[in-house]
Every structure is written in C-alpha cells, then in structure tokens.
C-alpha cells in the first residue's frame, strides 16, 4: 500500500423512500411463471435487525406493503418458495399469486423463562426487567407479535421477577415441585418411588 494514503470511511445511510415494503426481509421470490417479466407480489423471510427470520412476508410492489405475514412463535421459517395453481387450460400467466408458498420451520421446543427473555440465569431484577420490557416492545401483538408469545413474556417475568417464585422454577422447572423434577433431572418415574 501507498504509505501516504488517506483512508476515509463512506457511510451509507438506509433509506426505506425506495425500499419494497418498510420492513427488513431476506431470501425474496416471486411466482416463476414471472421471472424477466413484470410482477405484483413477492414473498420473503421477514428479518429484523434484532434476530434473524421471524415470520414470511407477502409484500406488494405497487402499493410498497407487506399485504400479508405467518408468524408462528419459536418457529423461525426458511427461505420460502411459491408455487403456482397449475391451471387446467395451461395458462400460466392467470391470477400471479394462486398457489402456495411451501417453507420448512423447525419449532424450537422447551424454552425457559430465561430463553423467553433472553438472559442469562444469573441475571439481575433490573436485567429481567429490561428485557421484559424490550420484549414486551419486540412482540405485542400491535407491532405484529402474537397473543401466545406475550403471555409467555408475562410469565417469565411474573415468576423471575418474584424470587418466590423464582427459587421454585430454577429447582424444578415449569411443573413446580410435584413433577419430581430437579434442574432438569428425574428423580423417578411418575408412580414409582426411588426410595
């Protein structure tokens, strides 16, 4: 390199005036019957900047909206792939978005309070608080969350804000202390004493 050289740092600013739709998405498609020809609907994984691929999206050109979404708690989707009606009379170019949109998800099961709020287990109240509150903010159902998530913030933070409460969960779990269960380990099958 050239010794005397100046560096400078170019900073590109995002600007949604000529975005597609006003969210954050990755992995776009569109009906293929219209690849290299014009088109109204594509389809997306929606990405926001806090996490990656929460939901897919249907956003409409024309109109620069997400038009429709499918959103399942714990279920991040995959790049989704449309897939058109086949139609009768061969006629691919009918109705653009009559078909389907196939997306392979894996539910993510068993997720602890902590995992709900996404703190560590060591986390202080003031912690727990604030990330129940950025949660809060991330998922109400207003903003596009579910009713299911919300109730699932609302009881992490009900039970790791009471150290009651809390004590209990963190030794036995979510089923409480007559499920046998201590951090996570059986102490014996339902029905069975281990004594």
């Known amino acids: 390199p050239y010794a005397g050289a100046r560096t400078s740092q170019v900073v590109y600013p995002i600007s949604y005036a000529n ?12 009906n293929p019957y219209h690849i290299g020809k014009s088109y109204r609907y594509f389809y997306a994984a929606r990405s ?3 996490r990656f691929l929460d939901a897919l999206i249907k956003g409409e050109i024309e109109s620069k909206k997400e038009c429709a979404f499918w959103v399942e708690t ?3 989707p995959s790049e989704p792939i449309f897939v058109p ?12 978005d009559d078909g389907v949109v ?19 287990e060591n986390a202080t109240q003031e912690l727990i608080i604030s990330a129940f509150r950025q ?27 009471d150290p009651k409460k809390r004590a209990i969960y963190d030794r036995y779990g979510s089923e409480g202390p007559s499920s046998g269960m201590a951090h996570g380990h059986s102490t014996g099958f339902p029905g069975f004493s281990s004594g």
Not at 20 to 30: G, N, S
Not at 85 to 96: F, T, V
Not at 145 to 159: F, P, S
Request: hydrophobic share 30%; proline share 9%; charged share 25%.
């Open 102 to 120: 196939l997306s392979v998800s894996e539910m993510v099961v068993d997720k602890t309070h902590y995992d709900v709020l996404g703190i560590d």
């Open 74 to 76: 714990f279920t991040p």
């Open 48 to 50: 926001p900047p806090d």
């Open 19 to 30: 975005s597609l739709v006003p969210v954050q998405f990755e992995l776009p498609r569109i």
């Open 135 to 161: 949660k809060s903010k991330e998922h109400h159902p207003d903003r596009g969350g579910t009713h299911e998530m919300m109730q699932k913030i609302n009881a992490a933070k009900e039970v790791l804000t």
């Open 85 to 96: 009606k086949p139609h009768a009379n061969g006629d691919n170019n009918s109705i653009e």
